[in-house]
């Protein structure tokens, strides 16, 4: 039996479910695909990052005792196709969307993973994993260029957001104003790489800012 989740992690994490289910519906409406592929995919978006880390950690899947988390992504998956117009919005607001979930899932991954008593590192491994599964399900099966695998800062402001949230827990800070600061700083890095397009260089060129680069 799962142990119940604190009032504002279901809030964030259920937030996290409807703009990653959208985001994921967003991407089949750019292919053309009918209310059930738009919902098939905006379901695994939603729920997939979350199902990974359970079975990697040997945990119950969420959403299999709390079938509300799965009414819930399919609703926002359907609303997203009806909302859906032309393909420049349905990019622009899929990547906004993706942003806003990798943020809230990175602290809601890693506050599942604590709580079931994985190790500090392991926990925001599983912060990471979390926030960047389903994203890269969706990208996978609508046969697109996995955003963590784009160059541009995604995974890394997923582990910072888990990181930090994992760090102010253990110096003492309280669960709630933890889970602002690292869902903003998590928000803020991916934001800064989406309109500064700041991406990771190869080696001997740590990072790229648009069409300057930067060396270490």
């Known amino acids: 039996m799962l142990e119940p989740l604190s009032t504002s992690i279901l809030v964030i994490m259920y937030f996290g479910d409807v703009v990653f289910a959208v985001s994921g519906a967003l991407t089949a409406a750019r292919f053309k695909m009918d209310i059930l592929g738009c919902v098939l995919i905006?379901?695994?978006?939603?729920?997939?990052?979350?199902?990974t880390r359970d079975?990697?950690?040997?945990?119950?899947?969420?959403?299999?005792?709390?079938?509300?988390?799965?009414?819930?992504?399919?609703?926002?998956?359907?609303?997203?196709?009806?909302?859906a117009t032309s393909d420049f919005a349905n990019k622009?607001?899929?990547?906004?969307?993706d942003t806003l979930g990798l943020a809230v899932f990175g602290v809601v991954g890693c506050h599942i993973a604590l709580d079931f008593g994985a190790p500090f590192l392991v926990a925001?491994?599983?912060?990471?994993?979390?926030a960047t599964g389903g994203g890269v399900i969706r990208d996978v099966?609508?046969?697109?260029?996995?955003?963590?695998?784009?160059?541009?800062?995604?995974?890394s402001a997923a582990l910072l957001g888990a990181l930090l949230y994992a760090t102010l827990l253990r110096i003492g800070l309280p669960e709630i104003p933890s889970e602002i600061i690292a869902c903003l700083a998590a928000f803020a890095l991916?934001?800064?790489?989406?309109?500064?397009?700041?991406?990771?260089?190869?080696p001997g060129e740590f990072i790229r800012i648009g069409g300057r680069s930067k060396s270490k």
């Open 141 to 155: 099966i609508t046969n697109t260029q996995p955003m963590i695998m784009s160059g541009q800062l995604y995974a």
């Open 124 to 130: 925001v491994f599983m912060g990471m994993v979390t």
């Open 190 to 202: 991916r934001a800064w790489a989406i309109l500064w397009d700041v991406r990771m260089g190869p």
């Open 42 to 51: 905006g379901a695994i978006t939603g729920i997939g990052g979350g199902t």
């Open 55 to 83: 079975l990697l950690l040997g945990r119950t899947v969420w959403w299999t005792q709390n079938p509300e988390e799965l009414v819930l992504v399919v609703v926002a998956a359907l609303a997203a196709y009806f909302w």
């Open 92 to 97: 622009k607001a899929m990547v906004w969307a």
